[in-house]
């Protein structure tokens, strides 16, 4: 049966209805008329085909757009604003890897810490240790992580094209879940035996084009000024970042929880491709 009703804008994210995507989308377009429909979707995967079946309930289909991370599937450009892998199509992708990179600002866990701690009867991590000292903390987990990250973006690199078969970035079980050793050795092994376990479909898909990749992300991402201006909140993946610094604090708080909190208070007029996507879906008068 057709669906009535197709002048409102649909908005297509990843996750569930109350996940930090479809939060991070009502808060970024309240107050902003005309209304979208936010739509959930759960896993990236399938993007396109649960868009076409979408639209197939109605009688005029209405106008869209989809938003996703980007994970590891596009080198971030110099310039920062979204990013859109097909041309032809109104599906943009973050300009940092994730949506929890957005939310991950030493200015803005001090704000949490501070209230909780002034606020809340059950607190018990004492007083906020101050923004500089979070800020120290993140940037350590970021050096921790940086092999590891350098492994993840020479794995993606070895992909030929969108429409590959994907290679993936990663032994675990995805993005937050980091292997025991972040070792440069021990992840080299790990992406070696990937690499290997792929076949040979490609030339593309080599152990030599895997060192290529990893020579080129490890020297970027070794870089001085990549920590010291942040950088790594463009590049690394936000939920390893979060799982990164839990494991250098296991007693401190809960990012998790400060995640859900975040969402809701960040200012993201000081992020332009987000601020771009607003007026893609709620053009300014």
């Keep these: 049966m057709s ?3 197709g002048d409102t804008m649909l908005v297509f994210c990843e996750g569930e209805p109350q996940s930090l995507d479809s939060r991070l989308l009502s808060s970024l377009l309240r107050g902003r008329p005309p209304t979208p429909l936010i739509v959930p979707l759960g896993g990236k995967q399938g993007l396109r085909s649960f868009i076409r079946g979408r639209l197939t309930g109605y009688s005029s289909p209405p106008p869209y757009v989809a938003f996703r991370d980007r994970d590891f599937d596009v080198e971030p450009p110099d310039e920062v604003g979204l990013i859109s892998p097909q041309p032809d199509r109104p599906i943009y992708l973050t300009y940092r890897a994730a949506i929890e990179n957005y ?8 704000r949490y810490w501070t209230g909780h701690s002034q606020d809340a009867p059950q607190w018990s991590h004492g007083n906020s240790p101050g923004a500089a000292d979070i ?3 993140m940037d350590d987990a970021a050096r921790e992580l940086s092999s590891y990250q350098a492994v993840r973006w020479a794995l993606s690199s070895l992909k030929p094209s969108h429409r590959w078969p994907e290679l993936g970035t990663t032994w675990t079980n995805g993005s937050g879940d980091l292997p025991n050793s972040l070792a440069e ?6 992406a070696k035996n990937l690499v290997s376990n ?11 084009s895997l060192l290529e990749g990893y020579q080129r992300f490890s020297a970027m991402f070794s870089a001085s000024e990549f920590f010291d201006q942040a950088e790594y ?5 936000g939920k390893d970042i979060k799982k990164a610094m839990q494991r250098l604090r296991p ?11 975040a969402v809701e208070c960040v200012d993201w007029n000081q992020h332009a491709d987000l601020c771009q996507l607003a007026d893609e879906v709620s053009p300014t008068q």
């Design 233 to 237: 909140l463009i590049w690394f993946h």
């Design 198 to 208: 792929y076949g040979t479909e490609t030339s593309n898909v080599s152990e030599a």
């Design 185 to 190: 050795g021990d992840c080299l092994a790990q």
């Design 251 to 261: 007693n401190s708080i809960s990012l998790q929880h400060f995640f859900g909190w």
């Design 103 to 110: 939310l991950l600002d030493a200015t803005v866990i001090d």
């Design 3 to 5: 669906v009535i009703g």
């Design 135 to 137: 800020q120290s903390w």
